[in-house]
């Protein structure tokens, strides 16, 4: 009787096994891995707890890094425009540089694949849920599905406010489609249709409806818990925070006493020169001069978004495990820019200082990476991820892709891919990167508005800082004498730099003013 018993549960031991191999449980049957991509937004390096050490609580992201891979000098290339994130989103989606984007990345030319349409050709679904910058002709090409779309032409400045849109397969995104979520009598988020009278916030909390983190997370939870479809995803989840107005519901805000906030090491009261770009609405969310008690405060408003961002991002994590896709999910997170956040006497991200404005947190993580915990000091682009992503998932390459995969690096075949980074933004500041120093160009520059008409702003000044011991930038180096090589080696190698990638004005897209006619 008992050996009986113990030939039928060996059969159906090996029924299962059988059952497993051919039909593909845990998605062992889709031959390509599912990508989901996290980009958040003006999230600097040092805003995940785990990268930068800082007081700030991410444990769902610190989560990631544990069980991924860490790219520890990963970087925005630079802007032409003052809103980075739009030059950021372009690079990320198209894989090309600063140099190569049209319209300074608000349109997104037919020559230029998409990280989606590539995807979509090899048969992905590509689906897209928050924020989108550019121009509606790319974002339908891109995505086969979408949901909650944010950023097409009406915006409140309200976390708690925000303009969403359903997907239109058309890419039409009319403005009087936009509604906001709110709360009903019963406590149940409905639609509302915006009225032309509606003021731009912050004025909305978290009684009036869900905050956009919160948002987008339930709808990749939602994705996840539904889908069916044999074909793999790429799914990309560009959330708005923690770009200000730094609104979180106030319990994540009760987290971060202001008295219990410490400053960076480069916090500044004013910022020693004019840099360019020093009067944009960035710059004018906090008063002149940046004291002490105002710094902390926003210092505490941006944790306090972040972390709560950090918990929305777990939801989503478990959300992905529970549909049981995790195993078959290569999992990517960014941050499209820095954030000065009161270093160097900044607010925003309008500038070339690592942590103020270009170092941003890259790490890949899922159950498909195997070398959990690595993290690698080799230079990597904002732009590089889509070529990385595409390698890793044997999907091949547009030719229109300029950026470098990382693959190789993951693989331990190589220790990097780059010896030096090269950064712009704007006609006024230039950076060249290369082994434990950067160097930073100022120029005093023509520029034009439609307020001021054509004037004259900025300040000659270079920087030279050593970032292996001062990674904060807090100690220029480049008018002490023992420093005059290195220093005049750095300004010849990063003029060359600049005629490889193009930097001048004939060669970027809309461009009136070029930095070296004033440099």
């Known amino acids: 009787m008992y050996q009986s018993r113990l030939y039928i549960i060996r059969k159906i031991v090996f029924a299962l096994f059988v059952m497993q191999y051919s039909f593909g ?12 991509i996290i980009y958040t937004d003006d999230h600097r390096y040092t805003g995940v ?15 990631l890094a544990k069980e991924g891979v860490v790219f520890t000098n990963a970087f925005l ?26 319209d300074s990345g608000f349109t997104i030319p037919k020559d230029n694949k998409t990280i989606g349409e590539t995807f979509q050709n090899v048969g992905y679904n590509t689906h897209i849920i928050g924020k989108w910058h550019q121009d509606s002709e790319s974002l339908k090409r891109s995505f086969t599905t979408g949901d909650k779309i944010m950023g097409k032409g009406v915006y409140l400045e309200d976390h708690f406010r925000m303009p969403y849109y359903d997907w239109d397969k058309a890419g039409a995104f009319k403005k009087q489609d936009a509604y906001l979520l709110v709360y009903d009598d019963q406590g149940e988020i409905i639609k509302k249709s ?73 916090y500044m009261s004013q910022h020693p020169f004019d840099n360019g ?60 820019s820095g954030l000065a956040v009161g270093n ?27 070398n959990k915990g690595d993290r690698y000091d080799a230079y990597a682009y904002i732009h590089d991820i889509f070529p990385t992503i595409s390698q890793f998932t044997n999907v091949p390459i547009p030719s229109s892709v300029s950026g470098k995969s990382l693959l190789p690096i993951l693989n331990n075949e190589v220790n990097n891919v780059r010896d030096y980074t090269y950064h712009a933004y704007r006609q006024f500041q230039r950076a060249y990167r290369k082994d434990d120093y950067k160097l930073i160009e100022y120029v005093r520059a023509n520029d034009v ?30 008018f002490f004498p023992e420093h005059k090589s290195r220093l005049n080696q750095m300004r010849k190698e990063m003029k060359e730099k600049a005629t490889v990638l193009g930097d001048n004005k004939e060669s970027i897209d809309g461009e009136k003013f070029d930095f070296w006619d004033f440099y």
């Open 194 to 266: 915006i009225s032309k009278e509606a003021k731009r916030g912050p004025t909305g909390t978290e009684n009036n409806g869900p905050h956009t983190s919160e948002v987008f997370a339930t709808e990749a939870a939602k994705y996840f818990k539904n889908y069916n479809s044999e074909k793999p995803f790429l799914m990309y989840l560009a959330f708005h925070a923690p770009h200000d107005p730094r609104q979180a519901p106030q319990a994540y805000k009760d987290m971060y006493d202001v008295k219990d906030i410490q400053l960076t090491p480069s």
């Open 49 to 63: 707890h785990a990268l930068g050490g800082m007081n700030v609580r991410t444990p769902n992201i610190d989560t």
């Open 449 to 478: 508005s439609k307020t001021e008409g054509n004037f004259k702003v900025g300040s000659k000044v270079t920087q030279l800082f050593n970032i292996k011991t001062d990674p904060w930038e807090t100690q220029d180096l480049s």
């Open 25 to 36: 449980f845990c998605q062992t049957k889709k031959t390509k891995p599912n990508v989901l």
């Open 277 to 336: 770009h020093m009067f944009l609405r960035d710059e004018k969310l906090a008063p002149w001069p940046r004291t002490p008690e105002v710094a902390k405060q926003q210092l505490a408003d941006y944790y306090a978004i972040i972390t709560h961002l950090d918990a929305q991002i777990g939801k989503v994590i478990a959300a992905l495990k529970a549909s049981g896709q995790y195993e078959n999910t290569l999992i990517v997170f960014s941050g499209d």
């Open 77 to 102: 290339m630079g802007a032409f425009t003052g809103a980075t994130c739009v030059a950021s989103r372009a690079m990320l989606l198209t894989g090309t540089n600063v140099f190569e984007l049209q």
């Open 344 to 370: 160097h006497g900044l607010m925003g991200k309008q500038n070339i200082y690592d942590e103020d404005g270009i170092h941003v947190p890259l790490i890949f993580s899922g159950n498909l990476i195997k």
